[in-house]
C-alpha cells in the first residue's frame, strides 16, 4: 500500500518552467499519463485552436495541442523513488524522448527527457499547481 501512496503522488496538474502550459498527470493501471489541459497560446492569430505541427506522423499535425497527451507510460520504481520507463513528447520540435521523473517535494518534481542514456538529456522543474500542505 505504501507504493501506490507514494506512486500516487504525481497525479494532479503540473506547470513547466517556461509557464506556458499545464500538464494534467493521471494515472491509468499502474502507469501514468500527462495530457495539456491549458495552454498559454491555446489558438493561432485567426483564432483556429494551436496544432500539432511539427509532429513526424504527418496525420496528426491537425491534432488540437490543448487535450494532446504528452507523457505516457510512467511507471513507479519504489527502490529508486521515481518514475521511470516512459516517454514525454515536445511539439514544439516533434520529439518523443524517454523520460522520468523525480519528486523534490510535494509540490515540484524534476521531469527529464533524453535520448538513450539519462546522461544525455534535458531536465525541467515543474511546480504543482494546487499546492498539498
Do not use: H
Not at 29 to 43: I, M, S
Not at 69 to 88: A, Q, S
Request: proline content about 4%; aromatic content about 10%; glycine content about 8%.
Amino acid at each position: 500500500m505504501a507504493q501506490s501512496k507514494d506512486a500516487d503522488k504525481l497525479v494532479g496538474v503540473w506547470q513547466p518552467s517556461d509557464g506556458r502550459s499545464y500538464v494534467k498527470i493521471d494515472k491509468i493501471g499502474n502507469k501514468f499519463y500527462g495530457r495539456v489541459v491549458w495552454l498559454k497560446e491555446a489558438n493561432e492569430e485567426d483564432g483556429s485552436p494551436r496544432l500539432d505541427k511539427n509532429n513526424p506522423d504527418e496525420s496528426l499535425r491537425s491534432t488540437p495541442l490543448k487535450g494532446y497527451r504528452v507523457m505516457k507510460d510512467l511507471v513507479y520504481n519504489e527502490d529508486e523513488k521515481m518514475w521511470l520507463d516512459g516517454t514525454i513528447y515536445d511539439p514544439k520540435n516533434g520529439t518523443t524522448y524517454n523520460c522520468k521523473i523525480e519528486l523534490m517535494d510535494d509540490n515540484k518534481i524534476e521531469v527529464r527527457g533524453f535520448v538513450g542514456t539519462a546522461v544525455f538529456g534535458r531536465t525541467d522543474v515543474w511546480t504543482r499547481l494546487q499546492k498539498k500542505k
